[in-house]
Nanobody, 122 residues
């Protein structure tokens, strides 16, 4: 089994920054693709970014490209999401997830964290 634990969420003003962390444990493999998603109330889970850990290649959703940066520290089994220029519409629960394939569909991800709340005030 793989366990994922997110941290770093909170309340921030418009234009502010947060860095989310996702600590992985258990039968984690460096071959996993790690992704970040978010879900706002009444909306579907939305892909944000992924990183292919073996190559450090990344893919971003258009909605966060240029504002969010995904990175990983394989020695610590931790993935980060640096979020800059936050907007009220970024308010959501943020999740990290692990998959064997670099896909943006959340159904392709086998393991999920419990989520961390990010609230951006106007």
């Amino acid at each position: 089994q793989v366990q994922l634990v997110e941290s770093g969420g909170g309340l921030v003003q418009t234009g502010g920054s947060l860095r989310l962390s996702c600590a992985a444990s258990g039968r984690i493999s460096s071959r996993f693709v790690m992704g970040w998603f978010r879900q706002a109330p009444g909306k579907e889970r939305e892909f944000l970014a992924l990183i292919i850990q073996t190559t450090s290649s990344t893919i971003y959703a258009d909605s966060v490209k240029g504002r969010f940066t995904i990175s990983s520290d394989n020695a610590k089994n931790t993935v980060y999401l640096q979020m800059n220029g936050l907007k009220p519409e970024d308010t959501a629960v943020y999740y990290c997830a692990a998959s064997g394939r670099p896909l943006i569909n959340p159904r392709s991800y086998d393991y999920w964290g419990q989520g961390t709340q990010v609230t951006v005030s106007s």
